[in-house]
């Protein structure tokens, strides 16, 4: 599944369909070949952030996960072998900006480590600021972002 960086998300009913937000809800990794995407490097301190998130949302949020393998399509073009672990992303991590909330597949951090895959600056800081999935904090920071409107989270 493809969409550009920052567009709007429309992967699926509830949550993860832009409609059901108050802001926009943004796609952030959503990767496939031969579709182009930046390139470059993100900081380590921030790779480890997103990989905290999505164990955290891997345990709390077992819902927004999905079915099934994806095959890196990256991976595939460049005769690479994909990640050989099951549910590398499967998950879904909703992280809340300022007026819009970002969702990206758990996929994203091979992306980054893998494709050399540079995320939106304005993602970037989102993830160094978003609470720990698992807190209340986290919850509160989903409703501020949208635009103090109960997050669509508990709909699936």
């Known amino acids: 599944m493809h969409f550009a960086d920052l567009s709007l998300c429309r992967y699926h009913s509830g949550p993860f369909d832009a409609d059901s937000w108050a802001v926009p809800l943004l796609a952030v990794g959503w990767l496939e070949e031969p579709y182009p995407f930046t390139t470059g490097e993100v900081p380590a301190l921030l790779v480890s952030r997103l990989r905290t998130l999505v164990a955290q949302t891997k345990a709390e949020y077992q819902q927004f996960g999905f079915r099934g393998v994806h095959l890196c399509s990256l991976c595939a073009s460049q005769s690479q072998v994909p990640p050989s672990e099951p549910g590398w992303s499967q998950e879904n991590l909703f992280v809340p900006g300022a007026e819009e909330v970002f969702v990206m597949p758990g996929g994203v951090l091979h992306y980054i480590e893998d494709h050399s895959y ?7 800081a989102a993830v160094s600021r978003c609470p720990d999935v698992d807190s209340i904090g986290y919850r509160q920071a989903l409703r501020q972002a949208n635009a103090e ?3 669509p989270l508990d709909e699936t």
Do not use: A
């Open 149 to 151: 409107v109960q997050p």
């Open 118 to 124: 540079l995320p939106p600056s304005s993602f970037l």
